[in-house]
């Protein structure tokens, strides 16, 4: 339902609290709907992770004992949002359908400008967070690095499941959202922009680069050819050798068989 909201209407520009109030109480009547067409579903309450990529800055929503997660890839750093408020108003429990005192979402805003390509955002429920504090979820960022600002997420989510499959006393599920690092996406012009000319430095190496591989195309290919000549005079010389030494026993072979 959430979702939905998201898609249609969807926010008019970037995300603001009383659009994310509404979401909120739209959620919270198809939970109270679904409940009232399922009694056996009367207990059932939810918690929210939200995060929404907009034009100038990302958001990031919880409430109950999920949580959203940034993890920094230029300073190494995982940040957990909800140990960042300080009004006092943190919403641990799930949403539960007709409390006297209606929950809001937790919401922490991030800057398009303040984003690095290659940052990742990590969603999680409550039965991740039960077996990984904060600190051992940034040590899994941290290996899962091969360089400076090159991560692998599936790495970060095999080490996860691996260390709580067995212990997690909930279910338990996880996302992880990656922020594209290639080259092409670290920024967007507004307009188009005018091609800058390379310096000829920047055009050598570049010309050295594209032209490597198809020299060493070529070196391997010569390399196969010669292996591939000299396995085949080998072949011919071992089997005239063996075609002489065949014809030079026949006639003892004959007189052989003459003497028995």
Known sequence: TMAKYFQHPGPKGEVTQEFLD????????ALAAHKDGHPESKHMAMSIALLHLGESKATLAWIGTSR????????????????????????????????????KLNVHYIPNED?????????VTDGVRDQLNDRNLETLFKSSAVSAQQYYPQRVATEINNLIQNFSKDNYSAYIIQLDN??????VPVSPAKPQKQSNVEQKAQEVIDEGPIESSKQGDI???LTVAALAIFVISLLGWGGYRYISNVYPRHMAKGNK
Not at 22 to 29: D, P, V
Not at 115 to 123: A, M, Q, W
Not at 182 to 187: F, G, K, R, Y
């Open 182 to 187: 290639t080259e092409e996406t670290q920024a």
């Open 22 to 29: 509404q979401a909120l109480k739209i959620s919270e009547g």
């Open 68 to 103: 959203v997660y940034y993890y920094d890839s230029k300073n190494a750093v995982l940040i957990n949002p909800d140990s960042l408020l300080t009004d006092g108003a943190i919403q641990n429990q799930d949403l539960n359908t007709g409390s006297d005192s209606p929950q």
């Open 223 to 225: 390399v196969r050819a």
């Open 115 to 123: 984003l690095n390509p290659g940052d990742f955002f990590l969603l």
